[in-house]
């Protein structure tokens, strides 16, 4: 049997093309295609939110940097002031506040120790954080000071009268924009002058950064006002130039702190009657 042979020079005969699907088929297809698509899709998870943080208010935000900039004034500024102190159930005090050119400070708390009966004074040096004892009516001794540790350690809870913060270590949380602190403008306390802000504490934590309440400041930095659940700080007159540094009010000695707690009273032991008697 001869094999068909093509005749030289004769093109090969084109490959054969799949036939077209018929029109009924291709509008079967379009029908089907999209459900099945919708039904697949439908089981897929839905896709989840991009998480955004609330935006905070233009208003607070501008606090923020406001009341910011002006404890950043505050860290600068050296003077010598004195402050009113209105506590409830206590009659009014002046607290002497000291900020030295070397960055030394030196706060003095009448009532700041013994539930009241006792002043004291609060330094850091370069040599340390010291609490003295100052002479007053419970303690007529001289003054004598008692080294808490070094100058930026906190000052122990049971020994601290909160007087002193919103010139010291307050301050550095004020400056800190990544402290959890929401700013808003608010007015004076009575009797206070320059820019007030309330200050709130954002975070769950006991141990908060400072006490809520009200900052005021001049434009220069002077702390002017600090209002708080304590009691009111006032500014109180004109303050005075800084020195080159601050000197404690005493020698320092070895021995306790005084504590803000009163004291129990001591009860000395009874004696007979008839003891000493012949």
Same mark, same amino acid.
């Not at 004598?144 to 540790?149: D, H, I, K």
């Not at 930095?221 to 209002?227: E, I, R």
């Not at 504590?259 to 008839?274: Q, Y």
């Given at each position: 049997m001869h094999a068909h042979l093509r005749p030289a020079g004769l093109p090969a005969k084109p490959a054969r093309t799949p036939a077209r699907p018929s029109r009924r088929l291709a509008a079967a297809l379009a029908l089907t295609l999209p459900a099945l698509l919708a039904a697949c899709t439908a089981d897929l998870p839905a896709p989840r939110p991009t998480p955004t943080s609330a935006p905070v208010p233009a208003g607070m935000d501008a606090a923020r940097d406001e009341l910011a900039a002006l404890a950043a004034a505050a860290q600068d500024r050296h003077l010598v002031a004195s402050y009113t102190l209105r506590a409830p159930g206590s009659p009014d005090r002046t607290i002497l506040v000291t900020s030295a050119n070397d960055g030394s400070w030196r706060?003095?708390?009448?009532?700041?120790? +013994?539930?009241?009966?006792?002043?004291?004074?609060?330094?850091?040096?370069?040599?340390?954080?010291?609490?003295?004892?100052?002479?007053?009516?419970?303690?007529?001794?001289?003054?004598?000071?008692?080294? +808490?540790?070094?100058?930026?350690?906190?000052?122990?809870?049971?020994?601290d009268p909160r007087v002193q913060h919103?010139?010291?270590?307050?301050?550095?949380?004020?400056?800190?924009?990544?402290?959890? +602190?929401?700013?808003?403008?608010?007015?004076?306390?009575?009797?206070?002058? $320059?820019?007030?802000?309330?200050?709130?504490?954002?975070?769950?934590?006991?141990?908060?950064?400072?006490?809520?309440?009200?900052?005021?400041?001049?434009?220069?930095?002077?702390?002017?006002?600090?209002?708080?659940?304590?009691?009111? +700080?006032?500014?109180?007159?004109?303050?005075?130039?800084?020195?080159?540094?601050?000197?404690?009010? $005493?020698p320092v000695v070895d021995g306790e702190p005084? $504590?803000?707690?009163?004291?129990?009273?001591?009860?000395?032991?009874?004696?007979?009657?008839?003891?000493?008697?012949?």
């Open positions: 706060v003095d708390v009448p009532g700041g120790a +013994l539930g009241g009966s006792a002043d004291v004074s609060f330094a850091a040096t370069a040599d340390g954080l010291f609490q003295c004892a100052l002479p007053s009516a419970a303690r007529p001794e001289p003054a004598t000071c008692v080294r +808490l540790g070094d100058r930026d350690e906190a000052v122990p809870r049971r020994v919103p010139f010291t270590d307050w301050l550095d949380v004020l400056t800190d924009r990544r402290a959890p +602190l929401a700013v808003s403008p608010a007015q004076p306390p009575p009797g206070a002058a $320059g820019a007030c802000y309330s200050v709130e504490t954002t975070s769950a934590s006991i141990n908060a950064p400072l006490d809520v309440g009200i900052y005021c400041y001049d434009p220069d930095g002077t702390p002017t006002a600090v209002h708080t659940a304590s009691g009111t +700080l006032l500014l109180a007159g004109t303050p005075a130039p800084a020195p080159a540094t601050v000197q404690l009010a $005493g005084l $504590g803000t707690a009163t004291p129990e009273p001591t009860t000395e032991p009874a004696t007979s009657p008839g003891a000493g008697t012949p």
